[in-house]
Structures are given as structure tokens and as C-alpha cells.
């Protein structure tokens, strides 16, 4: 396939697409060269591929669907009671629209099957985009975490809209899934350390450049440091 960016070089056929498509033309071909494959058995075909997990989502029951959009990456879980069932993730974008969030979404799950949606963002430009997409194409009730929504856990903050609905969001479900005292460790674009108390009071905590940060700054300090990958240990 050539690549008109640069017409001197030829990049190969992606197998899985090209390849396959290339195989199955004798198949599609019928007397002659018109072909017999129809669009009931082109569907059948498309069907057959690896659109079989999303198939698989769309034919649950109603869900409850969490979207924890952080700085880098964006969590997305579908819940069937207190059950998580589907979870995948992509990266955060600030300048997604409600619509474009609509394109993305339907890639993974049938939107008629929501019954409602939780979302935690770390990024208030897309608090409202989110709210634009619950109502035109989700047609469900949106709770966005935050002040003055109710999760059962006093925080002791002088000022409680001070401290970020992720940091929240991993206190509670650490004080429900393990008890109280209980510190919370969460690396992401920073790296979080959360406390919450014997009484299953969030008490507060501290935050930290996260790993990639850190390196990011190491690389670009006057002295030369290699970037390097962060790997996981091994045994």
C-alpha cells in the first residue's frame, strides 16, 4: 500500500484487514465477476470479527456506567449492581466534545442500555461535554462527584472543595472494601497518599509528582539523564 505522505516508500498490508479482505475475494465471487456476497452475509462476516465483545455489551441489562477522567488517562467501568463487570480505558482528550465522547463510546457499549452515570473528573473543561453527552445521547441521569454530593464519608478539610473527587472517590472504596484505618496509594499523573482514619473520616493526605513526571524532569534537567522505560520488576 503506498503511503501518498511518501510516495518512495511502501508500508506492508496490516494483516487482519488487507490480507484477509485479499483472501476472501474467491470466496465473494460468484459466475462471472459479480460477486454473490450480500449485505445480510456481509453483516453475518463483520459480525464473526473481533466485534464479538461488543457484541457481548450491548446484550447486558441495564448498568450503571463510572468514567474516572484523569489528567492522562480516562477509566471507564460498567457496573451490574455492586459488580463490576467491563472496564477499559482510553486517554483523556480536553477538547472532546459531548458528541465526539458519543462516536468514542459507542465503540464499546450500546448506550440505550445505561440506567445511569457516575463521573469523577480530574479535569473541569469536560465535566460539562459529559453532561452534553448523558443528555443527547445517553438519555440518563448523570451524578457528577464533587462538593455537595453526598458519599458518607465527613471530610476534615477546612475547606472540603479543596480536595479532588478521585482522591475521594479511592477513600471511600477503600474504606468499603477494606475497613478503616486505611491508607490510600493511587500513581497516576500524580502520585496520591490518602488517609482515612479510624472513624472513616477522610483525615487528608499529600500529593507528588508522579513516576513518569519525575522522569520527565530528571530528563530534562542541565545535567544529561537518560530517559529510560519504567518496567515492572521481575519475581
Known amino acids: 500500500m503506498w503511503d501518498k505522505n511518501r510516495p518512495t516508500r511502501m508500508n506492508p498490508a496490516r494483516r487482519g484487514l488487507h490480507l484477509e479482505r485479499r483472501d476472501d475475494r474467491k470466496s465473494c465471487a460468484g459466475d462471472g465477476d459479480e460477486p454473490v456476497l450480500t449485505a445480510e452475509a456481509l453483516a453475518k462476516r463483520i459480525g464473526e470479527g473481533p466485534l464479538r465483545d461488543r457484541r457481548s455489551l450491548e446484550s447486558r441489562g441495564p448498568c450503571c456506567f463510572a468514567i474516572d477522567v484523569g489528567n492522562t488517562q480516562t477509566v471507564f467501568g460498567l457496573f451490574d449492581g455492586a459488580a463490576v463487570t467491563e472496564q477499559f480505558r482510553v486517554g483523556t482528550d480536553r477538547t ?57 464519608m465527613p471530610i476534615r478539610y ?78
Open 158 to 235: 477546612d475547606d472540603p472543595r479543596e480536595v479532588g473527587p478521585d482522591r475521594i472517590a479511592n477513600a471511600v472504596a477503600a474504606r468499603e472494601r477494606h475497613g478503616a484505618p486505611c491508607v490510600v496509594v493511587d500513581f497516576g499523573t500524580s502520585t496520591n497518599f490518602d488517609v482515612v482514619n479510624a472513624a472513616g473520616e477522610f483525615a487528608g493526605g499529600v500529593l507528588a509528582p508522579g513516576i513518569e513526571v519525575s522522569m520527565d524532569a530528571l530528563s530534562r534537567a542541565p545535567r544529561a539523564c537518560q530517559r529510560c522505560r519504567s518496567l515492572r520488576p521481575s519475581g
Open 96 to 152: 472532546h466534545t459531548g458528541d465526539e465522547l458519543a462516536v468514542l463510546l459507542r465503540a464499546f457499549i450500546d448506550l440505550e442500555t445505561l440506567d445511569g452515570i457516575v463521573l469523577c473528573s480530574s479535569v473541569p473543561l469536560l465535566v460539562r461535554e459529559y453532561e452534553a453527552f448523558a443528555e443527547r445521547w445517553a438519555g440518563t441521569e448523570l451524578l457528577v462527584l464533587g462538593p455537595g454530593v453526598s458519599t458518607g
